[in-house]
């Protein structure tokens, strides 16, 4: 059961060191201290190398930190397993082509994602039966991917890939939701279509979002908060009216150097 006392996800003093012990060794997070809360939804901006990446790969686990902890609704998940984080937290990729499987159906994909976590045994009339429901959540990506339930997905358009990765992320409503540049790879209609339909999915159904974005007008439309990552830590973090108010050239001036 869900402690609404305790927040969604924290980072306490975390940091990560790349290789360690070499001539190389480099520390890309830098003592970060992050508390999100339920229902959070926060775009994330920084330049190359700031740490983006870094910071999504240290909480769905697949980077190990240094030092510092993270906490899962007050559980200590530090060193837990990235196949673990799963049963709480998905993640959409920047390239269409993760998360789905290319040679199954787009209504097996929503399958498989539905079934999670279970024993999965994908039998026909179950799939049969559960059409109208899947062919609903499709329609709610506004971009045609209902029309094509039975098509293998590598069949797909880029848009319509990355949107079903978005359904198979978010269709368990995960505790958190990455999403690593999850429209960078789409053109710039295909992509403000997905990102109006992100936002309604996460809005609908409470959903806790972090969203790494490179376009700044994104960052400020979407998200009741706006971090900005600089190499390696967090020089701004803007919430509610703060945010409202924010302009694009006030966002520029964190990249000056």
């Known amino acids: 059961m869900t402690n609404n006392r305790e927040p969604m996800l924290q980072l306490k003093d975390v940091s990560t060191v790349v290789n360690a012990g070499t001539p190389n060794e480099t520390t890309i997070l830098k003592r970060v201290n992050l508390t999100i809360n339920d229902g959070d ?9 700031a ?34 984080r799963t049963s709480f937290l998905s993640r959409v990729f920047q390239d269409p082509k993760m998360g789905t499987a290319p040679r199954m159906t787009v209504a ?4 498989l994602a539905a ?37 293998a997905t590598g069949n797909l358009s880029g848009g319509q890939r990355q949107a079903l990765s978005f359904l ?43 969203m790494i974005t490179h376009r700044m007008e994104d960052a400020l439309t979407y998200g009741n908060r706006l971090i900005v990552l600089k190499a390696g830590q967090i020089v701004a973090d803007f919430a509610g009216k703060e945010k409202q108010q924010l302009t694009l050239d006030q966002l520029y001036d964190f990249f000056e150097d």
């Open 115 to 151: 079934k999670r976590g279970e024993k999965r045994h994908l039998i026909p009339r179950h799939l049969k039966q559960r059409l109208p429901e899947l062919k609903q959540l499709a329609a709610s990506m506004n971009n045609g991917l209902e029309q094509r339930l039975n098509t």
């Open 168 to 210: 198979m992320a978010t269709i368990k409503r995960p505790d958190l939701l990455l999403l690593d540049e999850h429209t960078a790879a789409l053109d710039p209609h295909t992509s403000q279509s997905l990102l109006h339909a992100t936002n309604q999915r996460i809005t609908d159904d409470h959903l806790t979002a972090l």
């Open 108 to 111: 097996e994909n929503l399958l």
């Open 51 to 84: 740490g983006k990446s870094t910071l999504f790969n240290v909480i769905a686990g697949s980077l190990p930190v240094a030092s510092g902890q993270l906490f899962h609704q007050g559980v200590d998940i530090t060193t837990m397993s990235v196949e673990q």
């Open 41 to 49: 939804f926060i775009s994330i901006i920084g330049t190359n190398g």
